[in-house]
């Protein structure tokens, strides 16, 4: 089946941007993985989900179809995949009047590396000393724009702030880490760290309580346990659909929670059921999920 001209008019604009110059490097926005859904974030779950597991080419049609079974209207969708081209992400192969779609390798490469964060996010414990990192960096008022970036960076790295330009850790092993991030703004002749134990003034609790939104991460992944529980859906369409915004909704997490050592998570941390429930259930849905992508793609190549 012959695909709209518009089709066409995507595929040619990313060979254009490619022609430009070096093929851009895609990255990761922490700010878009976090936000609510949208076209361009659901097209990088199902990247993920079902063209990373396949070294092969997916016609335009597929992507198009299956956003719109996640409520994507069709110029959204293509504006997406013309975005994600632009962003180094996917490239566009043009065959007769059809285009289809491949990861790049540097795309494939981050969808790879953020399909082990997600696949194995919650399923890690770790035993933890009571050592804290804590490192020491100000920035002026001022530099506002500086200011957002170190702020944005060490939260990602899992980083809290009790205090204006103190930032804290559990995890020591983000001593490097921290280093690099400070390096890259900069900042390293002003910043210091330390690691040691909380002492005897004022309550670790209350640190923690200043340093990460806990309640809020809570009630995050309590809307994940409420949207997913007892959720039973029936044939392929409906199992690659939930199985789709089980992924998307799950892949927000390893970006919100620092992931701290269960001595300092209130007594029944929702997380942890949470997790339980996402793995779970995406093991019981992805045979059935990835055969129905697989009756998509195998309808696709006959017609």
Do not use: C
């Amino acid at each position: 089946m012959a695909e709209p001209a518009t089709d066409a008019m995507v595929g040619a604009r990313s060979r254009t941007t490619e022609q430009k110059g070096a093929a851009p490097r895609p990255t990761v926005s922490r700010r878009r993985e976090v936000s609510h859904a949208s076209a361009r974030s659901l097209l990088m779950t199902v990247l993920g989900e079902f063209v990373l597991p396949r070294d092969k080419p997916v016609w335009t049609s597929i992507l198009v179809d299956v956003l719109g079974l996640l409520e994507v209207e069709e110029k959204s969708a293509r504006q997406a995949l013309a975005r994600s081209s632009a962003e180094g992400w996917v490239v566009s192969e043009r065959v007769g009047r059809r285009v289809r779609w491949s990861l790049t390798p540097p795309g494939r490469r981050l969808l790879t590396e953020g399909a082990e964060r997600i696949y194995g996010f919650g399923n890690e414990t770790r035993s933890w000393d009571g050592s804290w990192l804590m490192l020491i960096v100000s920035v002026p008022e001022s530099k506002r724009d500086l200011r957002h970036r170190l702020r944005t960076r060490l939260t990602w790295a899992g980083f809290g702030s009790p205090v204006s330009g103190v930032w804290v850790s559990p995890d020591v092993t983000r001593q490097r880490e921290a280093q690099q991030i400070v390096h890259d703004l900069g900042l390293d002749t002003q910043a210091m760290s330390f690691t040691s134990h909380y002492g005897e003034v004022g309550e670790q609790e209350t640190m923690v309580a200043r340093s990460w939104d806990l309640t809020e991460l809570k009630d995050r992944y309590e809307d994940f346990i409420d949207k997913f529980t007892g959720l039973n859906p029936a044939g392929g369409e409906a199992v690659l659909r939930a199985q789709t915004r089980l992924v998307h909704e799950w892949r927000r997490f390893p970006f919100l929670d620092p992931q701290l050592p269960s001595d300092l998570l209130p007594s029944n941390w929702s997380g942890l059921k949470a997790a339980e429930l996402f793995h779970k259930t995406h093991v019981d849905w992805r045979p059935e999920a990835q055969q129905h992508w697989d009756t998509l793609v195998d309808a696709e190549e006959q017609d």
